[in-house]
């Protein structure tokens, strides 16, 4: 006879249904768009309402699903949010594709690419199945939509519910552990709603003074193409280190001062933002004596220098960037785009030397900061390694110390560091096994090395967005079969919520034990 079941799953699906509900709020931006450009109401409005519907339904499935909620429901409730979320948000270009002539002619109508688009969406990965024609193709309003999901995830979703939501304030902690990049979440507030709100705060007065900033160039004259619906659309896809772009050529589009600009945004965007709550209170001490900080800027700072130097010794790529000042900013602009997993491109890498692309790849295994919105492994984790393994070399030599590894004067738990471990080799190891399966299964009618597969599960995984070769910026991930899309979308999923919220809900224990 098998054990009871040990997790309340009704309380875990009421919760996320409550969640898919509420995201028929955020849908009404693209609908106004919709109503205002003429184009793209037969997508979204029964897209809105099968969202209302569905999410209605499941919320009735328990009476009082946040006095049930325990460390097991969370689990189940954020990874079902964001499997749920995507498969709901991927309506809207489902019904485009079928329900509008123009939609004919959409890649996006088919449910695999719907899905792929809104999971690379949600999870701020950026990776698209959308070929050069598509973005020609959509309504603006949809366009919006798909800027809008990456801005809703790149704080998270469920840290938005717990901002907004009272009813989940009781167990909000825990969730918005579960769904935070990096080793954990630094709590602000007393009250972790406040935190929740806080955090959100934040967010949103970095990404309008972002639309402001871009749309003041195109005031000026000196950004023509950066129009108003630019100018949200970007800042919608920045600060979530998302970058999905309504322009085919991403930021190749606009000029360099566009591009400049939005550095120093894509960098804000990888730090933990419980910095900026200290800036914001005058706490400067705390923000300087940053280790992870620190590490991360120096990372960012140091693959600039490599980069740039590739760039501009290698004639093929001087030819095309000119002098110092584009090397400089294209290197600048895409070490940055990679290490913070935003996924902009500032020009078509595929043409950089083989030394150039080496050390894109590279940075798509660094991340940003614990606590921001980037992706990947993360700085941290790195610094606690690499600590870890020092220690590891002084006491072979000292068998008899006790030398505890410390992060400024903060001692971290040996507890801790078995975890970092744990999770950095369990990344590792998806990511080999995912590289293999991609090789085996292949593209039709074309081959893929294993340098592109590499980099296709790497960008996917980690939150990226783009890889090389057939995944380059230009390119996308359409050619790849449907059996393909739906593991990278597995990746994604589990690489944005970091592995173990997902896998954990395979294990017998998390069941029955």
Same mark, same amino acid.
């Given at each position: 006879?098998?054990?009871? %079941?040990?997790?309340?799953?009704?309380?875990?699906?009421?919760?996320?249904?409550?969640?898919? &509900? /509420? %995201?028929?709020?955020?849908?009404?931006? @693209?609908?106004?768009?919709?109503?205002? $450009?003429?184009?793209?109401? &037969?997508?979204?409005? @029964?897209?809105?309402?099968?969202?209302?519907?569905?999410? /209605? #339904?499941?919320?009735? *499935?328990?009476?009082?699903?946040?006095?049930?909620?325990?460390?097991?429901?969370?689990?189940?409730?954020?990874?079902?949010?964001?499997? %749920? =979320?995507?498969?709901?948000?991927?309506?809207? $270009?489902?019904?485009?594709?079928?329900?509008?002539?123009?939609?004919?002619?959409?890649?996006?109508?088919?449910?695999?690419?719907?899905?792929?688009?809104?999971?690379?969406?949600?999870?701020?990965?950026?990776?698209?199945?959308?070929?050069?024609?598509?973005?020609?193709?959509?309504?603006?309003?949809?366009?919006?939509?798909?800027?809008?999901?990456?801005?809703?995830?790149?704080?998270?979703?469920?840290?938005?519910?717990?901002?907004?939501?009272?009813?989940?304030?009781?167990?909000?902690?825990?969730?918005?552990?579960?769904?935070?990049?990096? @080793?954990?979440?630094?709590?602000?507030?007393? !009250?972790?709603?406040?935190?929740?709100?806080?955090?959100?705060?934040? $967010?949103?007065? *970095?990404?309008?003074?972002?639309?402001?900033?871009?749309?003041?160039?195109?005031? *000026?004259?000196?950004? @023509?193409?950066?129009?108003?619906?630019?100018?949200?659309?970007?800042?919608?896809?920045?600060?979530?280190?998302?970058?999905?772009?309504?322009?085919?050529?991403?930021?190749?589009?606009?000029?360099?001062?566009?591009?400049?600009?939005?550095?120093?945004?894509?960098?804000?965007?990888?730090?933990?933002?419980?910095?900026?709550?200290?800036?914001?209170? !005058?706490?400067?001490?705390?923000? !300087?004596? +940053?280790?992870?900080?620190? #590490?991360?800027?120096?990372?960012?700072?140091?693959?600039?220098? =490599?980069?740039?130097?590739?760039?501009?010794?290698?004639?093929?790529?001087?030819?095309?960037?000119?002098?110092?000042?584009?090397?400089?900013?294209?290197?600048?602009?895409?070490?940055?785009?990679?290490?913070?997993?935003?996924?902009?491109?500032?020009?078509?890498?595929? =043409? /950089?030397?083989?030394?150039?692309?080496?050390?894109?790849?590279?940075?798509?295994?660094?991340?940003?900061?614990?606590?921001?919105?980037?992706?990947?492994?993360?700085?941290?984790?790195?610094?606690?390694?690499?600590?870890?393994? !020092?220690?590891?070399?002084?006491?072979?030599?000292?068998? +008899?110390?006790?030398?505890?590894?410390?992060?400024?004067?903060?001692?971290? +738990?040996?507890?801790?560091?078995?975890?970092?471990?744990?999770?950095?080799?369990?990344?590792?190891?998806?990511?080999?096994? #995912?590289?293999?399966?991609?090789?085996?299964?292949?593209?039709?009618?074309?081959?893929?090395?294993?340098?592109?597969?590499?980099?296709?599960?790497?960008?996917?995984?980690?939150?990226?967005?783009?890889?090389?070769?057939?995944?380059?910026?230009?390119?996308?991930?359409?050619?790849?079969?449907?059996?393909?899309?739906?593991?990278?979308?597995?990746?994604?999923?589990?690489?944005?919520?970091?592995?173990?919220?997902?896998?954990?809900? %395979?294990?017998?224990?998390?069941?029955?034990?």
């Amino acid at each position: 006879m098998s054990a009871p %079941l040990r997790v309340d799953w009704r309380a875990g699906v009421s919760l996320t249904g409550r969640v898919v &509900k /509420w %995201l028929t709020v955020p849908m009404l931006f @693209p609908l106004a768009l919709a109503l205002f $450009y003429g184009r793209g109401l &037969k997508a979204l409005l @029964p897209a809105i309402a099968v969202a209302f519907v569905v999410g /209605w #339904g499941l919320e009735r *499935l328990h009476s009082d699903p946040a006095a049930a909620l325990g460390v097991r429901e969370g689990f189940l409730m954020v990874a079902l949010t964001w499997l %749920l =979320i995507s498969v709901v948000g991927a309506l809207p $270009y489902i019904f485009e594709g079928h329900l509008t002539a123009y939609g004919a002619t959409s890649t996006l109508r088919f449910p695999v690419n719907a899905l792929f688009e809104t999971m690379s969406g949600f999870t701020t990965t950026g990776s698209t199945v959308m070929g050069s024609i598509g973005f020609e193709t959509h309504s603006r309003a949809l366009m919006m939509w798909r800027q809008e999901t990456q801005w809703l995830g790149g704080m998270g979703i469920v840290v938005l519910a717990v901002a907004i939501l009272p009813e989940l304030s009781v167990g909000g902690a825990q969730l918005m552990d579960a769904e935070a990049p990096g @080793p954990g979440i630094e709590k602000l507030t007393p !009250r972790i709603a406040e935190t929740a709100r806080a955090l959100w705060g934040l $967010y949103v007065a *970095l990404t309008v003074l972002e639309i402001v900033g871009l749309y003041g160039f195109h005031l *000026l004259g000196m950004a @023509p193409d950066m129009t108003l619906y630019n100018a949200v659309a970007h800042g919608f896809t920045t600060m979530p280190t998302g970058g999905f772009s309504p322009e085919a050529r991403s930021i190749e589009a606009f000029t360099a001062i566009v591009q400049w600009f939005i550095i120093p945004f894509m960098i804000a965007a990888g730090m933990n933002f419980a910095l900026f709550w200290h800036l914001w209170n !005058r706490d400067f001490e705390t923000v !300087r004596s +940053d280790v992870e900080l620190r #590490g991360y800027l120096g990372a960012i700072g140091v693959l600039t220098a =490599i980069t740039a130097g590739l760039l501009f010794t290698s004639p093929g790529v001087k030819a095309l960037t000119g002098a110092l000042e584009p090397s400089l900013r294209q290197a600048a602009f895409q070490i940055a785009s990679i290490v913070t997993t935003t996924g902009y491109a500032s020009m078509d890498f595929n =043409i /950089w030397g083989q030394h150039a692309k080496y050390v894109l790849l590279f940075a798509m295994f660094i991340g940003g900061s614990a606590g921001s919105t980037g992706g990947s492994i993360k700085v941290i984790r790195w610094v606690v390694i690499l600590r870890s393994l !020092r220690r590891e070399l002084f006491t072979a030599v000292h068998p +008899d110390a006790v030398r505890p590894v410390r992060l400024g004067s903060t001692v971290i +738990d040996e507890d801790a560091i078995r975890g970092i471990y744990a999770f950095t080799l369990l990344y590792l190891v998806i990511f080999a096994l #995912g590289t293999l399966a991609i090789l085996l299964v292949g593209v039709p009618g074309q081959e893929v090395s294993a340098f592109e597969a590499t980099s296709a599960v790497a960008a996917t995984l980690g939150n990226v967005g783009p890889g090389v070769g057939i995944v380059g910026p230009m390119n996308s991930f359409l050619p790849f079969p449907g059996i393909s899309k739906l593991l990278m979308v597995f990746f994604m999923w589990v690489g944005r919520l970091e592995i173990f919220p997902v896998l954990v809900l %395979l294990t017998h224990a998390y069941w029955r034990s």
